[in-house]
């Protein structure tokens, strides 16, 4: 006797696109050329206003601040991730 049964398979969406992401974002950080203000919130856990104040000011990033025209934003994120790092480890309190 043969038993037919019916399978209903139910995928999460935003289970898998936070899995792609976290893939995609391992695999690809190493080759960023360019960081956005919303890539660095997220790296350093931190507001925009935050950002602003602890290290776009300091002319150690702002040398490293890129945008076209009037535009949005960039920095180098090789040059620019080491010297916020920097800055937390050695001048924060």
Known sequence: MTAIVQ??????????????????EKHIAARKKLVTVKQLAAMYSMERDALEDAFFRDPRVKLFERRRGK???????????????????????
């Open 7 to 24: 399978v209903e398979v139910k995928t999460d969406n935003e289970a898998l696109d936070a899995k792609y992401d976290e893939i995609f």
């Open 71 to 93: 535009g949005k934003r960039y920095w180098i994120a090789e040059k620019v991730i080491p010297i916020m790092d920097e800055i937390i480890e050695y001048e924060w309190q």
